[in-house]
């Protein structure tokens, strides 16, 4: 490599340079919602303890009468009434006339790119809320919380035997076990009998990154039969199939990490007391503005029977 000769100007020497930032701004976030965007729609809210029904047909069994008898007259029976509460979510910033002026690579001091975000996040916790959240009632001083998904999955639950299954829906306590194949067909088989599944019915299930890992483990590959490219490794199972229905399970970011759950998505429904939206606050200065985003809604669960629950699994 030679010298550079004597008074020679580079690009080290030069004072007008522009600055080179792409536009392109490259945003990484651990927000997925497949729970909250592909359960149904309720209809419109009235009140904020929104309620719902349920009901079960009784076991089938045998059935028979004497021609021309007197028939006696069975039972009648009412649904059971149901209740969450609905959930204000929030979000807001702060943008002044200025920032939202100067040009920025990206357009990331404008009121569209900071609404974007937040929007995102804010979706993040809808997903949150409506898999994880404890029901609360509220009052004046406590904000109220609907009852989500995992916490209404009481009659099909698979937890340790030391552990707790407490009034809120919640699993506390309880030593760790590794997930297997004999502990999804045992939840598939409730689920079955409490009047769920069945052949040819295709359930979801939502789990966390090392539980997917552990379910990927199913799969044997003396008995798969895909066709796979020639460069292609085969290392995950993409669906189970059971006698008592089949589970399509997806690897959740939101999941905890020791729960595995399995769902009929049609039995699940977001109710609606007032949209997303967005508004514009006062300010005190001309040159300030103040945005704020809300949601308020709740999860509807037409019948938990139809799901099941296994916590307690180990982590490592």
Same mark, same amino acid.
């Given at each position: 490599?030679?010298?550079?000769?004597?008074? @020679?100007?580079?690009?080290?020497?030069?004072?007008?340079?522009?600055?080179?930032? %792409?536009?392109?701004?490259? +945003?990484?976030?651990?927000?997925?919602?497949?729970?909250?965007?592909?359960?149904?729609?309720?209809?419109?809210?009235?009140?904020? /303890?929104?309620?719902?029904?349920?009901?079960?047909?009784?076991?089938?069994?045998?059935?028979?009468?004497?021609?021309? $008898?007197?028939? @006696?007259?069975?039972?009648?029976?009412? #649904?059971? /009434?149901?209740? =969450?509460?609905?959930?204000?979510?929030?979000? %807001?910033? $702060?943008?002044?006339? @200025?920032? =939202?002026?100067?040009?920025?690579?990206? =357009? %990331?001091?404008?009121?569209?790119?900071?609404?974007?975000?937040? +929007?995102?996040?804010?979706?993040?916790?809808?997903?949150?809320?409506?898999?994880?959240?404890?029901?609360?009632?509220? %009052?004046?001083?406590?904000? #109220?919380?609907?009852?989500?998904?995992?916490?209404?999955?009481?009659?099909?639950?698979?937890?340790?035997?030391?552990?707790?299954? =407490?009034?809120?829906?919640?699993?506390?306590?309880? !030593?760790?076990?590794?997930? $297997?194949?004999?502990?999804?067909?045992?939840?598939?088989?409730? +689920?079955?009998?409490?009047?769920?599944?069945?052949?040819? *019915?295709?359930?979801?299930?939502?789990?966390?990154?090392?539980?997917?890992?552990?379910?990927?483990?199913?799969?044997?590959?003396?008995?798969?039969?895909?066709?796979?490219?020639?460069?292609?490794?085969?290392? *995950?199972?993409?669906?189970? +199939?059971?006698?008592?229905?089949?589970?399509?399970?997806?690897?959740?970011?939101?999941?905890?990490?020791?729960?595995?759950?399995?769902?009929?998505?049609?039995?699940?429904? *977001?109710?609606?007391?007032?949209?997303?939206?967005?508004?514009?606050?006062?300010? !005190?200065?001309?040159?300030?503005? /103040?945005?704020?985003? @809300?949601?308020?809604?709740?999860?509807?669960?037409?019948?938990?029977?139809?799901?099941?629950?296994?916590?307690?699994? $180990?982590?490592?």
């Amino acid at each position: 490599m030679g010298d550079v000769p004597n008074n @020679t100007m580079t690009a080290f020497d030069l004072t007008g340079k522009r600055e080179d930032l %792409s536009d392109e701004i490259s +945003i990484i976030t651990p927000i997925d919602s497949p729970f909250y965007h592909d359960i149904g729609v309720a209809d419109q809210c009235t009140a904020v /303890k929104h309620e719902f029904m349920t009901d079960v047909i009784r076991q089938p069994g045998a059935n028979k009468a004497k021609y021309g $008898s007197d028939p @006696t007259i069975g039972t009648s029976q009412q #649904p059971t /009434k149901l209740y =969450n509460i609905i959930q204000l979510q929030e979000e %807001s910033f $702060s943008i002044d006339d @200025t920032s =939202n002026a100067v040009k920025t690579a990206g =357009n %990331s001091g404008s009121y569209e790119y900071q609404q974007a975000l937040k +929007i995102k996040a804010l979706v993040g916790d809808f997903e949150y809320a409506f898999l994880r959240e404890v029901r609360v009632d509220g %009052s004046a001083s406590t904000a #109220p919380s609907m009852r989500g998904l995992l916490n209404w999955q009481t009659t099909n639950l698979d937890k340790a035997d030391d552990a707790t299954l =407490n009034a809120d829906g919640t699993v506390t306590g309880g !030593t760790p076990r590794d997930l $297997s194949k004999e502990m999804v067909k045992g939840v598939l088989q409730d +689920i079955f009998t409490a009047g769920g599944g069945g052949q040819g *019915k295709v359930l979801t299930a939502y789990c966390g990154a090392i539980q997917k890992t552990k379910f990927d483990k199913f799969y044997d590959r003396d008995f798969d039969r895909r066709e796979v490219a020639k460069d292609a490794a085969v290392d *995950k199972v993409d669906l189970y +199939i059971t006698s008592f229905g089949t589970v399509k399970a997806q690897v959740h970011r939101t999941m905890p990490a020791d729960v595995f759950t399995i769902l009929d998505l049609a039995f699940w429904k *977001k109710a609606t007391l007032v949209p997303v939206g967005s508004a514009e606050l006062a300010t !005190t200065s001309r040159s300030n503005k /103040k945005y704020h985003m @809300t949601a308020q809604h709740t999860l509807e669960a037409k019948n938990e029977a139809t799901s099941g629950r296994l916590t307690d699994l $180990s982590i490592v």
